[in-house]
Antibody, heavy 121, light 108 residues
Framework: QVQLVQSGAEVRKPGASVKVSCKAS????????IHWVRQAPGQSLEWMGW????????KYSQKFSDRVTITRDTSASTAYMELSSLTSEDTAVYYC??????????????WGQGTLVTVSS | EIVMTQSPVTLSVSPGERATLSCRAS??????LAWYQQKPGQAPRLLIY???TRATGIPDRFSGSGSGTEFTLTISSLQSEDFAIYYC??????????FGQGTKVEIK
């Protein structure tokens, strides 16, 4: 069965970076796009970026484009999201999600369990 | 950036009743719209894509309609497990592929 398993909770100080992993199983990793979405406490969902695992192409929300990097290791079927220059406003649960297609997107049909990133001095 | 606006913010419904949730896009997104359900402490779950196609395993009491800028999610007869927050999301053309602010469906 399709699964996306994310790395564990992280605590960082302001100004630091965090890298969250998302290991895919149960399907061919390079066939479907991966998105990253975050959710601050009590807030809605916020789309951050997209990656085609087949070639590493990425698209980012302009809000994060200077701070976020999405990469992958195809041999490990794992996607990564790194966010730099953290502030308290980056405290949120970060999700990876698989798209039904590669491009154009067509709905996110499988989600990781979420990774809580807490930014605090 | 396309802004997605959901209404109402909270919907109080009795079990067995129908629930109608609305989502409006600030510009046309054609039929490139999805609906998700999220329960506390869980990741979202895809319900509807293409504005009206149910995702795999989704009960037929969930239905989606609309195109362009106006969309509706209908739950025909609410079950206890349906009380949750529902989000719409567009995935038209270029990113960001934004979500609405959510509608909480609560027990009346």
């Amino acid at each position: 069965q399709v699964q996306l398993v994310q790395s564990g909770a992280e605590v960082r100080k302001p100004g630091a970076s965090v890298k969250v992993s998302c290991k895919a199983s149960g399907y061919r990793f390079t066939t479907y796009a991966i998105h990253w979405v975050r959710q601050a406490p009590g807030q809605s969902l916020e789309w951050m970026g997209w990656m085609n695992p087949a070639n590493g192409n990425t698209k980012y929300s302009q809000k994060f484009s200077d701070r976020v990097t999405i990469t992958r290791d195809t041999s490990a079927s794992t996607a990564y999201m790194e966010l730099s220059s953290l502030t308290s406003e980056d405290t949120a649960v970060y999700y990876c999600a698989r798209d039904r297609y590669t491009l154009p997107p067509n709905g996110f049909d499988y989600w990781g369990q979420g990774t809580l990133v807490t930014v605090s001095s | 950036e396309i802004v997605m606006t959901q209404s109402p913010v909270t919907l109080s419904v009795s079990p067995g009743e129908r629930a109608t949730l609305s989502c409006r896009a600030s510009q046309s997104v054609s039929s490139n719209l999805a609906w998700y359900q999220q329960k506390p402490g869980q990741a979202p779950r895809l319900l509807i894509y293409g504005a009206s196609t149910r995702a795999t395993g989704i009960p037929d009491r969930f239905s989606g309609s609309g195109s362009g800028t106006e969309f509706t999610l209908t739950i025909s007869s609410l079950q206890s497990e349906d009380f949750a927050i529902y989000y719409c999301q567009h995935y038209n053309n270029w990113p960001p592929w934004t979500f609405g602010q959510g509608t909480k469906v609560e027990i009346k």
